[in-house]
């Protein structure tokens, strides 16, 4: 008479990650998402690790931030142009007009759009045009690698984007941040640069040299980006 079988209590499997230690499991990633990894992961433990305050004392009164001054500090925290009157004036559009990469340049149209249709006057610095405008943006946001495009900046605080702009536009705020600037009314494309918001150099013709009588020879042109272009006076702020 054959004995009968009993089976065992068997544990729940569990993923192989899960036996794993946190330095095999990170070494086959790459170094961005383990430095992103390391970040969430710190800003996680330190939210746990911080304890709301509570006041003893019933005489205390908690002071609450308003949401004027709120959002006073969140536009202090935010990456601003240089502090002159005419940045606090102004509509700076930071983009790109090359088609190298569609989805930038759908983008940038987009925002462009956007903008125009609010008939204000904005300030479009092209990067492809002028590379003075691309080390200028990444020196504002503080970024190293490439500045994803478009971004935007109103009254010198920086907005944000493609998704900002879109979010704000659609919930119907880009039309109140935009509220107390002149109006512009622009009908078709400039005369004189055809929206390309640059001309060639008159000084040396987009040659971006010019010849020295006194040296006997060519020099580099002061007056031109290293493209031979300066920006249109007729169409630009």
């Given at each position: 008479?054959?004995?009968?079988?009993?089976?065992?209590?068997?544990?729940?499997?569990?993923?192989?990650?899960?036996?794993?230690?946190?330095?095999?499991?990170?070494?086959?990633?790459?170094?961005?998402?383990?430095?992103?990894?390391?970040?969430?992961?710190?800003?996680?433990?330190?939210?746990?690790?911080?304890?709301?305050?509570?006041?003893?004392?019933?005489?205390?009164?908690?002071?609450?931030?308003?949401?004027?001054?709120?959002?006073?500090?969140?536009?202090?925290?935010?990456?601003?142009?240089?502090?002159?009157?005419?940045?606090?004036?102004?509509?700076?559009?930071?983009?790109?007009?090359?088609?190298?990469?569609?989805?930038?340049?759908?983008?940038?149209?987009?925002?462009?759009?956007?903008?125009?249709?609010?008939?204000?006057?904005?300030?479009?610095?092209?990067?492809?045009m002028d590379s003075e405008y691309r080390k200028e943006v990444q020196i504002l946001l503080g970024e190293e690698k490439p500045v994803c495009l478009p971004q935007v900046f109103?009254?010198?605080?920086?907005?944000?984007?493609?998704?900002?702009?879109?979010?704000?536009?659609?919930?119907?705020?880009?039309?109140?941040?935009?509220?107390?600037?002149?109006?512009?009314?622009?009908?078709?494309?400039?005369?004189?640069?055809?929206?390309?918001?640059?001309?060639?150099?008159?000084?040396?013709?987009?040659?971006?040299?010019?010849?020295?009588?006194?040296?006997?020879?060519?020099?580099?042109?002061?007056?031109?980006?290293?493209?031979?272009?300066?920006?249109?006076?007729?169409?630009?702020?």
């Open positions: 008479m054959e004995e009968d079988w009993v089976p065992l209590p068997s544990k729940a499997k569990q993923p192989l990650w899960k036996h794993m230690t946190e330095e095999s499991f990170l070494s086959g990633l790459d170094s961005n998402i383990i430095s992103s990894y390391k970040r969430a992961l710190s800003s996680r433990q330190l939210g746990k690790n911080t304890k709301p305050v509570s006041c003893s004392h019933s005489n205390q009164s908690v002071v609450s931030l308003s949401p004027v001054s709120s959002q006073y500090l969140e536009e202090q925290e935010k990456p601003r142009l240089l502090e002159t009157e005419e940045d606090n004036k102004t509509i700076v559009l930071y983009f790109t007009s090359l088609r190298g990469i569609r989805k930038t340049y759908e983008d940038c149209c987009y925002v462009r759009t956007v903008l125009r249709g609010f008939q204000v006057a904005v300030d479009e610095r092209d990067i492809s109103i009254r010198g605080v920086h907005v944000g984007g493609i998704e900002e702009i879109k979010r704000l536009n659609d919930g119907g705020e880009l039309g109140e941040m935009l509220k107390g600037f002149p109006v512009f009314e622009s009908v078709g494309a400039c005369e004189c640069c055809g929206d390309a918001r640059f001309v060639l150099c008159t000084s040396c013709g987009g040659s971006t040299k010019v010849f020295e009588e006194q040296e006997d020879g060519f020099k580099r042109c002061n007056g031109c980006n290293e493209n031979g272009l300066v920006r249109c006076n007729n169409c630009c702020l």
